[in-house]
Nanobody, 124 residues
Framework: QVQLVDSGGGSVQAGGSLTLSCEAS????????MAWFRQTPGTAHEFVAA????????YYSDSVTGRFTISRDNAKNTVYLQMNSLKPEDTAVYSC?????????????????WGQGTQVTVSS
């Protein structure tokens, strides 16, 4: 079992930055592909970014490409999402997710473990 704890959310003005963290316990993250999803009330999880377990290659949705960066520190068992140039439409609850040994996917059901989510609010 992997337990994921998301943190780092908050309220910022448009154009600002935030860094989200996802700290894991129970297993080492080195063999897990990690991803960030976001969700607004009444909608499904939206894929944001992912980083492959084997290659550390990263993937992004079109809406965040060039503004967000996903990274991992296996020694700290933590994954990060650096968010720059934030826009009001980035407002959502952000959750990290993990899947064991498989490559990245933008489909939420492909991930086995989820963090509890952290709220990001961007005001104009």
């Amino acid at each position: 079992q992997v337990q994921l704890v998301d943190s780092g959310g908050g309220s910022v003005q448009a154009g600002g930055s935030l860094t989200l963290s996802c700290e894991a316990s129970g297993r080492r993250l080195s063999r897990y592909t990690m991803a960030w999803f976001r969700q607004t009330p009444g909608t499904a999880h939206e894929f944001v970014a992912a980083i492959n377990w084997s290659t550390d290659s990263s993937y992004y949705s079109d809406s965040v490409t060039g503004r967000f960066t996903i990274s991992r520190d296996n020694a700290k068992n933590t994954v990060y999402l650096q968010m720059n140039s934030l826009k009001p439409e980035d407002t959502a609850v952000y959750s990290c997710a993990a899947r064991f040994l498989y490559g990245w996917s933008s489909i939420p059901n492909d991930y086995n473990y989820w963090g509890q989510g952290t709220q990001v609010t961007v005001s104009s």
